[in-house]
């Protein structure tokens, strides 16, 4: 897969442990692991976190992960097309 986009789920983690690429969405509070504050993951170096600034505020965090999407969409590929989106 060229990136997964998920919540804190079994799926993400697996992914993670294989060095795929990884956005996680986290919520304002989270559980200590995924470092308050950071960006990235000490344990998985490809996954980066997307975190709530507020409370339930999910909105913000949606923005930013298009905003990623927009910036990396030439490397993403169409599934099955073997090209590169420009989404």
């Known amino acids: 897969c060229d990136l997964l986009i998920a919540v ?14 990884v956005w996680i969405l986290l919520g304002a509070y989270t559980e200590w692991r995924w470092l308050k504050g950071s960006l990235v993951d000490k344990w ?13 505020d999910w909105e913000s965090v949606l923005k930013e992960v298009v905003k990623g999407i927009k910036k990396n969409a030439k490397s993403f590929k169409l599934m099955g097309s073997g090209k590169a989106s420009a989404a």
């Open 8 to 21: 804190d789920t079994a799926n993400a983690h697996i992914a993670g442990a294989m060095h795929k690429p």
């Open 44 to 56: 998985y170096p490809t996954m980066r976190y997307f975190r709530q600034l507020d409370d339930k």
